[in-house]
T-cell receptor, first 114, second 114 residues
Framework: GDSVTQMEGPVTLSEEAFLTINCTYT??????LFWYVQYPGEGLQLLLK?????DKGSNKGFEATYRKETTSFHLEKGSVQVSDSAVYFC?????????????FGRGTSLIVHP | SQTIHQWPATLVQPVGSPLSLECTVE??????LYWYRQAAGRGLQLLFY??????ISSEVPQNLSASRPQDRQFILSSKKLLLSDSGFYLC?????????????FGPGTRLTVL
């Protein structure tokens, strides 16, 4: 079955540092890939997505490129802010025979210090 | 625009008591609906999903149940809560207009079973 593996957290950075959160996946089909963000005490929000190989998703300074050859979708940001502190989830979704059940990674906590 | 509501926002219940959590979606029709649980410090666990009124699929056998009495209403219930039912419960929806791949999450319900 499908699976998503994210790097273990927490990731602790100083403000303005470069961020990478690794995500690799296993899927039998051609899934869409997503990054969701969860701020403390809130639900998940879609951060960015890519629907086919070599697509780059971007939003709020975050980027991720769909790499089919390495089955990866790493999240990057050039300069993090304290307000980026949150849990980040990598996810994939394919039609799964019509059920559209996404597969989520376990989440990576990001802590940004001033 | 579409919105999703969950209530209550927080709940403290004794072991053995019943549970009813409600989720409603506005601004879309025929959504797929999902219930997730997030235990402290852990990832998302899919509990139930529904592709239409009265159609419920269970992903994890347990003492919880779900119902969908109306197109945009999804209810999570239990007859007798266990300590292990504590967690953060998230409702989500997806829709054909977005290929069913993106999920949109509610604000969540924090349940503490004592």
């Amino acid at each position: 079955g499908d699976s998503v593996t994210q790097m273990e957290g927490p990731v602790t950075l100083s403000e303005e540092a470069f961020l990478t959160i690794n995500c690799t996946y296993t899927a039998t089909g051609y899934p869409s890939l997503f990054w969701y963000v969860q701020y403390p005490g809130e639900g998940l929000q879609l951060l960015l997505k890519a629907t086919k190989a070599d697509d780059k998703g971007s939003n709020k300074g975050f980027e991720a490129t769909y790499r089919k050859e390495t089955t990866s979708f790493h999240l990057e940001k050039g300069s993090v802010q304290v307000s980026d502190s949150a849990v980040y989830f990598c996810a994939l979704s394919d039609d799964g025979g019509g059920s559209y059940i996404p597969t989520f990674g376990r989440g990576t906590s990001l802590i940004v210090h001033p | 625009s579409q919105t999703i509501h969950q209530w209550p926002a927080t709940l403290v219940q004794p072991v053995g008591s019943p549970l009813s959590l409600e989720c409603t979606v506005e601004g879309t029709s025929n959504p797929n609906l999902y219930w997730y649980r997030q235990a402290a410090g852990r990832g998302l666990q899919l509990l139930f999903y529904s592709v239409g009124i009265g159609q419920i699929s269970s992903e994890v056998p347990q003492n919880l149940s779900a119902s969908r009495p109306q197109d945009r209403q999804f209810i999570l219930s239990s007859k007798k809560l266990l300590l292990s039912d504590s967690g953060f419960y998230l409702c989500a929806w997806s829709t054909r207009d977005r290929g069913y791949n993106e999920q949109f999450f509610g604000p969540g319900t924090r349940l503490t079973v004592l």
